[in-house]
């Protein structure tokens, strides 16, 4: 009887696996055969900045899940599209508190400006904004406030968590060691505050990025400096009181700025971004010489790319590797843009990474677009590119390195946990979460560090054309503002990724006046290819979905913050 229940559930189970691997393929089926959206003459491209903008969808998108998540990379070329599509009469821009860094902002703010170049009208409404909310709008013709709404200009700030307290209480003893009292990763962990050599490089980030966003936003909106001293005294300002500083060039509601380009909001002629990215996708030739795009996001670790909780969205130098391999072996390929979205990661992995970037530059010119951060491991991924280019307001550098574990020995014993050992070797207890470093092996962490970090600064010197003495003197976990790196020679040129491709066409011989066909890697997967590699990538994507739909977005607090404590 139990042999026949068990086959009977066996069965039952297969019978469900089936039906659901079936709908997947039906669903696939359908979806290669649907047309792509219809563009009509005199159409608004409706451009909703909410929630989390990701870099590129690295990961399979879920099917069933959700729609298609949007990215920096589908807006930036849908705008320069839009640009020089007669079809397209204006854009509008939906801010409602989006969750990008300053980079993405800034180069959003620049892709408007590009639009703007062409004669089309750019208009952003919001229910209310934030500083980055103004930074990017202000590149808008016109900007509309909600009559509730709220122009927030209280400031920005930098507070990471501290954890040595909680780890104090529960008898969890912390060994780290870094090189360069600027990395501060380890911090949390070890101190209750800021080092002063923390809040000095926080000191300098936010001058970056708060002097940034003022220039910006006075030249843009031509507002008097004692006017903007005015507003940022109130930090709050009402609607109306946006309008009369000259922030904000009227009060009104969304329904009222659509319907002055279209008759309603149903209108076919008003189209969402990601639909006229997949028109102009559709359109688009295959043939000819191309610019591959290879886009990098997350913390970098080696395997593939991947998701975890605990993490995040993870870069897996397996991937990155074989995207840059894809792209130099493609003959239609003439140059190779690397785009780099991290705060860093496994130094090996990182180090994996950049060598793919000096192998490939043998055959084509690479040229890395730093996105929001590229620091730590990101720079190590970057320094070896024929030229680097990064938006102002990109965080950079953090050329350093730290190691550390935490001994959990103390909260064993509170729950009655005890461990015994049998050893052979010198250094058993090396990594283990049971015993604190001795000196010995203090200096044997210390000696190895020492040999990564040296011959790192070398290997920068060497690609920067800089002294290993200035590079050190860049480093030691120091983290710059993209325009505080060009300065110190980090990086060869302020610009988006507009310009890093304009760069690689140019350094691969292509016309000026000629538009590159861009390639993006890693290439889009079918849900057939996902399952049968293991379904391991769409797991990935199942997570990080889901972890991202109940995720609060950033915004929705009054400070805004910027957390610099995952930087390692």
Not at 53 to 67: K, Q, S
Not at 179 to 202: H, L, V
């Amino acid at each position: 009887m139990l042999r026949f229940i068990r086959l009977f559930f066996a069965l039952l189970l297969s019978q469900v696996l089936l039906g659901f691997f079936g709908i997947l393929l039906l669903f696939a089926f359908l979806a290669a055969f649907q047309g792509a959206p219809l563009v009509e003459s005199g159409t608004l491209l409706w451009v909703p900045l909410k929630g989390e903008i990701i870099e590129y969808p690295t990961l399979p998108t879920v099917p069933f899940v959700r729609h298609k998540p949007l990215s920096q990379a589908a807006i930036l070329e849908s705008l320069d599209h839009a640009a020089r599509d007669d079809r397209v009469r204006a854009v509008l821009l939906d801010i409602d508190h989006p969750w990008i860094g300053w980079g993405k902002a800034a180069e959003l703010h620049e892709a408007i400006l590009r639009v703007r170049s062409e004669g089309k009208p750019v208009v952003a409404v919001a229910p209310e904004l934030d500083e980055l909310g103004l930074y990017v709008a202000s590149a808008c013709d016109s900007i509309f406030l909600s009559p509730a709404g709220r122009l927030y200009l209280n400031g920005i700030g930098i507070g990471p968590m501290y954890y040595k307290g909680a780890l104090d209480k529960l008898e969890i003893n912390p060994n780290y060691s870094r090189i360069g009292d600027f990395k501060s990763a380890t911090e949390p962990y070890t101190r209750a505050g800021m080092t002063p050599e923390a809040r000095e490089q926080f000191g300098w980030l936010m001058d970056g990025l708060w002097g940034e966003f003022l220039d910006t936003v006075r030249n843009s909106r031509n507002v008097g400096r004692a006017e903007f001293e005015g507003a940022l005294a109130q930090g709050v300002l009402l609607a109306d009181e946006a309008v009369e500083h000259g922030f904000v060039d009227a009060v009104r509601y969304r329904e009222g700025v659509v319907t002055r380009f279209v008759d309603d909001l149903n209108d076919s002629k008003m189209l969402m971004v990601l639909d006229y990215h997949e028109a102009v996708d559709a359109a688009r030739s295959g043939k000819g010489r191309a610019i591959a795009v290879v886009h990098t996001r997350g913390m970098i670790l080696r395997g593939r790319n991947d998701y975890s909780p605990a993490v995040g969205t993870i870069l897996g130098a397996h991937s990155v590797v074989r995207d840059l391999e894809s792209a130099a072996a493609n003959d239609d390929i003439a140059a190779v843009v690397l785009r780099v979205d991290s705060p860093g990661g496994e130094i090996i992995a990182s180090d994996i990474i950049s060598n793919a970037v000096e192998r490939v530059r043998t055959r084509k010119p690479v040229v890395v677009s730093m996105v929001d951060m590229a620091a730590s491991g990101g720079y190590m991924m970057s320094f070896r590119a024929n030229r680097i280019v990064a938006l102002p307001t990109t965080l950079t550098g953090s050329i350093g390195s730290y190691i550390g574990k935490l001994n959990l020995r103390g909260l064993y014993n509170k729950v009655g946990l005890t461990r015994d050992f049998v050893t052979r070797g010198s250094y058993p207890f090396l990594f283990s979460d049971y015993h604190d470093w001795g000196a010995d092996e203090q200096r044997l962490i210390a000696r190895h560090q020492k040999s990564d970090y040296e011959r790192w600064i070398a290997s920068i010197a060497a690609y920067r054309d800089l002294t290993p003495e200035i590079v050190d003197n860049l480093g030691r976990g120091r983290v710059w503002t993209g325009e505080q790196a060009l300065e110190h020679g980090l990086i060869d040129e302020l610009g988006d990724q507009s310009r890093a491709v304009r760069i690689a066409q140019d350094l691969a011989g292509m016309p000026e006046d000629a538009t590159p066909r861009l390639v993006h890697y890693p290439e889009e997967r079918s849900i057939l290819d996902v399952i049968l590699e293991g379904g391991d990538g769409l797991w990935a994507g199942v997570v990080e979905d889901w972890v991202r739909s109940w995720r609060l977005p950033a915004g929705t607090s009054t400070w805004g913050v910027v957390d610099l404590r995952f930087l390692p």
